[in-house]
């Protein structure tokens, strides 16, 4: 499957964004999707993950209440809805996937396909 991130872009403390996961390829098989953020200087950082059906979402502590990630399988893409952004969440995003319908992971070697990242910036 291949992925491409869009959404970012340059908002202030306190705004709203939502990212965008686009998926073409082999989308009719089930796969998992989650959103990572890596900051400069930083270590790639889990976000959220969501199951193929969309039923089974957990979020990092960090965005628990802020952000939500959610799916539309008919148009083969993945949301992340972030709100009451912070100076903290700027970092670049990237989505990822694995094959099958869910995942426990949140370590970015357990996904095997990636986006090409979207900057996310917020001003204080």
């Known amino acids: 499957v291949q992925l491409q991130a869009c959404g970012g872009g340059l908002v202030q403390a306190g705004d709203s964004l939502r990212l965008s996961c686009a998926a073409s390829?082999?989308?009719?098989?089930?796969?998992?999707v989650a959103w990572f953020r890596q900051a400069p200087g930083k270590e790639r950082e889990f976000v959220a993950r969501?199951?193929?059906?969309?039923?089974?979402?957990y979020h990092a502590d960090s965005v628990k209440g802020r952000f939500t990630i959610s799916r539309d399988n008919a148009k083969n893409t993945v949301y992340l809805q972030m709100n009451s952004l912070k100076p903290e969440d700027t970092a670049v995003y990237y989505c990822?996937?694995?094959?099958?319908?869910?995942?426990?992971?949140?370590?970015?070697?357990?996904?095997?396909?990636w986006g090409q990242g979207t900057q996310v910036t917020v001003s204080s």
């Open positions: 990822a996937a694995r094959y099958g319908s869910i995942s426990y992971y949140s370590t970015p070697r357990s996904y095997d396909y």
């Open positions: 969501i199951s193929w059906g969309g039923g089974s979402t």
């Open positions: 390829g082999r989308t009719s098989s089930s796969y998992a």
